[in-house]
Nanobody, 124 residues
Framework: VQLQASGGGLVQAGGSLRLSCATSGRTFSTYALGWFRQAPGKEREFVAAIGWSGGSPYYADSVKGRFTISRDNAKNTVYLQMNSLKPEDTAVYYC??????????????????WGQGTQVTVSS
């Protein structure tokens, strides 16, 4: 499966952005999807994920209550709505997919499919 992330940009602290990740293929609904980020000089970290069969999304503590992940199976797209952005949210954001995985599993097991990153910069 191929993933194409978009929607990044420059925003002031407290602002919002919505990231999108469009995928190819006819089996989108069988994939768990996740968002990860990597800030300069830091390791890549988990942000949010949604399982292939529904259920509750899973979030990193640092974004809980501010970010919302959702999926539209008809459009083969996963979204990350980011509100109340902070300068520490600045990073390159990546989407990832893994077939038949759960939301929690996406945070623990390296996904096999990754999109290119999209830069999010939050100014103070």
């Amino acid at each position: 499966v191929q993933l194409q992330a978009s929607g990044g940009g420059l925003v002031q602290a407290g602002g919002s952005l919505r990231l999108s990740c469009a995928t190819s293929g006819r089996t989108f609904s069988t994939y768990a999807l996740g968002w990860f980020r990597q800030a300069p000089g830091k390791e890549r970290e988990f942000v949010a994920a949604i399982g292939w069969s529904g259920g509750s999304p899973y979030y990193a503590d640092s974004v809980k209550g501010r970010f919302t992940i959702s999926r539209d199976n008809a459009k083969n797209t996963v979204y990350l709505q980011m509100n109340s952005l902070k300068p520490e949210d600045t990073a390159v954001y990546y989407c990832a997919a893994d077939r038949f995985n759960t939301a929690q599993g996406m945070a623990k097991i390296p996904a096999p499919y990754w999109g290119q990153g999209t830069q999010v910069t939050v100014s103070s």
